[in-house]
């Protein structure tokens, strides 16, 4: 198995300019997860899915960030427009149905750069 | 609420010699607590996890942890330290009400010397 495929895998980009990151979840996972991690706030979650279904989005910090998963092998996350304090790097998880099995597995992660 | 304390920020060992990585948790109930790694510039990996059932749980490369109750603290272990252990890693609780959310502790860099 491939693993979670994010991409890209560094990203720079100017402020205001629109940044879509995509993550391949690994075969028959059906929840999926957008993490940020960042040195000041640690690893944060943004927003999970579980069969396509946008379950929590609590996380995500402000109406510039938007998450979608259209299918059980996409998911894409959009920051429009971006600002220099978006910069981390994100992560995409998934995992095998539901109920805190804890086990996440983790794509390698996209470096986000906002100048 | 649910939350983990990972005591130390830093860790450094000399090749050969043991690892001691501390984490406290705080849970209204029985918790789930992980334990993941992150090697640099990778994604995070799984460890160990506990789910009420033995309280020493061993996992990959060599670590274990062990469920204290009474002390609420899930610390990691590992006999002898190599160099490529040298990596982040995290103390995790699963959320109370939607044990889908992982809560994550602050991360432990652990340095490992020669």
């Known amino acids: 198995d491939a693993g979670v495929i994010q991409s890209p895998r560094h990203e720079v980009t100017e402020m205001g300019q629109e940044v879509t990151l995509r993550c391949k979840p690994i075969?028959?996972?059906?929840?999926l997860f957008w993490y940020r991690q960042t040195m000041m706030r640690g690893l944060e979650l943004l927003i999970y899915?579980?069969?396509?279904?946008?379950?929590?989005d609590s996380g995500m910090p402000e109406d510039r960030f938007s998450a979608k998963m259209p299918n059980a092998s996409f998911s894409t996350l959009k920051i429009q427009p971006s600002e220099p304090r978006d910069s981390a790097v994100y992560f995409c998880?998934?995992?095998?149905?539901?109920?805190?099995?804890?086990?996440?597995?983790f794509g390698e992660g996209s470096r986000l750069t906002v100048l | 609420a649910q939350s983990v304390t990972q005591l130390d920020s830093h860790v450094s060992v000399s090749e050969g010699t043991p690892v001691l990585l501390r984490c406290n948790y705080s849970?209204?109930?029985?918790?789930?607590l992980f334990w993941y790694v992150q090697h640099p510039n990778k994604g995070l990996q799984l460890l160990l996890k506990?789910?009420?059932?033995?309280?020493l749980v061993k996992g990959i490369n060599g670590f274990e942890a062990e469920f204290k109750k009474s002390e609420t603290s899930f610390h990691l272990t590992k006999p002898s330290a190599h160099m490529s252990d040298a990596a982040e890693y995290f103390c995790?609780?699963?959320?109370?009400?939607?044990?889908?959310?992982?809560?994550f502790g602050t991360g432990t860099r652990l340095q490992v010397f020669p």
């Open positions: 899915f579980n069969n396509n279904v946008p379950i929590d």
């Open positions: 849970s209204s109930y029985s918790p789930s």
């Open positions: 995790v609780v699963s959320g109370s009400y939607n044990t889908d959310k992982l809560i």
């Open positions: 998880a998934t995992s095998v149905g539901t109920g805190g099995t804890g086990e996440l597995f």
């Open positions: 075969s028959g996972h059906n929840s």
């Open positions: 506990y789910t009420s059932a033995a309280t």
